[in-house]
């Protein structure tokens, strides 16, 4: 990266070879965090500050990581309608685990963006964010495109849920990663904006799909859908970096050793913080039914309300409301002080907990309908995911922070949704299996209300050892 790049502030004392764009740290919270130490404070003084465009080309690479939120998450968000048709495409009347087998494909779907998260760390790190995110948009491509000629579930299971959504997650987390190059101060807004591309795509897609399924048929379908990871790769092609990888600037210009790859899937740094362990544990709990209602709503309302019912209409107001409670729940997030964003993430997950218990008991369309306004207007924990993991980790480790917790969610969002639609199989209808879903968002977001407590405790010790050290 050139030193000359606007938005760089040259030292005087620093040889030109050696300057490279980093973050301004401030000293205060990065004691705070626990995360930075003296030797990277001093690093950054001795180099360049970094100004943040807060703009400009930003707003270019803000629009493509919005198309990208769409693209990946929208596809997730109406998988309910793509249920509908893979049943009736593959399944038969006498399959008494239909329900049970076909959730599976979109479950595995969700768990495997997250899963492959790690590993695609290092990638960002190492190839860039404009590289990974390319490439993934064109295995997405591939695997869309082959599921396009399937002809039974088995095959569905590797083209859809794993090379399709691995390369969905190669795309996804340049996009959270790019940002902080070009934002600071809006940066929680941005990410609001970001996540509202799926609320885009979830509304269009409810509208279009359903039309597109009836006319052309599935596997024709998902051709045309390929155009939207086409139109993603040309997306990530904006992804021009302004800030170095933290192996180039661990490496350059100090002569010290540049870390592992395994180094950086298995970060221990980031462990170190009792208030990102908590974290990990309490999305971890709430993520395992987190997402049921987006993949088993659509036909828990065929069944309650019959096959003509307008059901996608469910979809839209979920997406619609989701727009509008990302956008708030972004701008609240660059007002609320520390780890107290957290809190945000916990009033998600106790709504949508409470919410899943609701569905079972809406016995007209319209109170179904009540239901999934409150859901989707407090389904923004994705959004608050970049900002506190800096505040737990700092800026040094939060691109490790971020993948090691989407690795995380892949376990729970992969068991979760079959074992619902298992429950629907035995029991033979949806209503124990909502109010089984609600239970596991609410204990997350129980646990996540310990952070503020555990972070101000550490904080109060450090200053106690730092007033005992000056007597």
């Known amino acids: 990266m050139d030193a000359d790049t606007p938005g760089y502030i040259h030292t005087s004392n620093q040889d030109a070879s050696c300057i490279h764009p980093t973050p301004v740290v401030d000293i205060k919270t990065a004691t705070a965090v626990g995360s930075t130490t003296n030797a990277d404070v001093q690093t950054s003084a001795e180099e360049v500050s970094f100004v943040h465009p807060e703009g400009g080309w930003g707003w270019l690479v803000m629009l493509s990581a919005m198309w990208c939120n769409g693209a990946v998450f929208g596809f997730r968000n109406v998988f309910g309608i793509l249920f509908v048709s893979l049943l009736k495409e593959f399944g038969s009347e006498d399959d008494e685990d239909l329900s049970f087998r076909t959730s599976w494909v979109g479950s595995l779907s969700f768990g495997m963006i997250f899963f492959c998260s790690p590993i695609v760390s290092v990638f960002t790190n190492t190839l860039g964010c404009r590289v990974t995110a390319v490439g993934g948009a064109?295995?997405?491509?591939?695997?869309?495109?082959?599921?396009?000629?399937?002809?039974?579930?088995?095959?569905?299971?590797?083209?859809?849920s794993i090379v399709f959504s691995a390369g969905c997650s190669f795309a996804f987390q340049p996009s959270l990663v790019i940002l902080g190059h070009y934002f600071k101060k809006r940066l929680g807004l941005v990410n609001g904006i970001v996540t509202?591309?799926?609320?885009?795509?979830?509304?269009?897609?409810?509208f279009v799909l359903p039309g597109l399924l009836e006319r052309v048929g599935l596997h024709n379908t998902l051709?045309?859908?390929?155009?939207?990871?086409f139109i993603l790769m040309l997306a990530g092609l904006t992804y021009t970096p302004l800030l170095p990888t933290r192996r180039e600037s661990s490496s350059s210009c100090t002569g010290s050793r540049r870390r592992h790859p395994l180094g950086e899937v298995f970060n221990v740094n980031i462990w170190k913080s009792m208030g990102y362990r908590i974290w990990a544990l309490g999305i971890h709990i709430a993520l395992y039914t987190y997402f049921v209602p987006f993949v088993h709503l659509m036909k828990f309302a065929e069944e309650r309300f019959g096959p003509d019912v307008n059901k996608e209409v469910l979809l839209m107001c979920i997406g619609v409301a989701s727009g509008v409670g990302r956008l708030v729940c972004g701008w609240a997030g660059d007002h609320i002080q520390g780890v107290n964003k957290v809190y945000l993430q916990v009033s998600s997950y106790l709504?949508?907990?409470?919410?899943?218990?609701?569905?079972?008991l809406c016995h007209t369309f319209s109170?179904?309908?009540?239901?999934?306004?409150?859901?989707?207007?407090f389904s923004c924990f994705l959004c608050m995911v970049s900002p506190i993991a800096l505040e737990l980790v700092g800026a040094a480790d939060v691109s490790q922070a971020i993948g090691s917790m989407l690795g995380m969610m892949s376990l729970p969002i992969t068991l979760g949704v079959p074992f619902v639609g298992f429950l629907r199989d035995r029991l033979g209808s949806y209503d124990v299996a909502f109010y089984v879903a609600g239970v596991p968002p609410?204990?997350?977001?129980?646990?996540?209300?310990l952070i503020p407590w555990v972070e101000a405790r550490r904080r109060w010790k450090e200053e106690l050892k730092q007033d005992t050290l000056v007597l």
């Open 196 to 206: 509202v591309g799926s609320s885009v795509f979830t509304v269009i897609l409810a």
């Open 223 to 229: 051709r045309l859908l390929s155009v939207i990871m």
């Open 138 to 160: 064109a295995l997405a491509l591939m695997g869309l495109l082959a599921s396009s000629f399937v002809r039974s579930l088995g095959p569905m299971y590797f083209t859809y």
């Open 367 to 377: 109170e179904l309908i009540a239901v999934c306004l409150l859901m989707g207007l």
């Open 442 to 449: 609410i204990i997350g977001g129980a646990v996540l209300c």
């Open 351 to 360: 709504v949508v907990g409470l919410m899943s218990m609701m569905i079972p």
